[in-house]
């Protein structure tokens, strides 16, 4: 009997991890799709949360170059 009251606690977990799976992708769906076709990086932070990234900002800039004065 002690197993399966464990089974079943482990059942309602899995359902209920599974669900919350489900909708996070549900809510987070458009903006992570808006997101890739865009080409940015796609970090999940959590239940709803997400970090998204452009490339370029990883891409440095040459400095300008500062015309010379002349006196």
């Known amino acids: 009997m002690y197993s399966q009251g464990t089974k079943g606690i482990s059942r309602i977990k899995s359902w209920i991890q599974e ?25 999940r932070l959590g239940f709803g949360a997400r970090c998204y990234r452009d490339p370029r900002f990883d891409q440095r800039r040459a400095p300008a170059r500062v015309a010379e004065e002349v006196s």
């Open 19 to 43: 669900l919350t799976h489900w909708a996070d992708r549900e809510i987070c769906m458009e903006p992570d799709e808006f997101a890739h076709r865009r080409g940015w990086s796609v970090t």
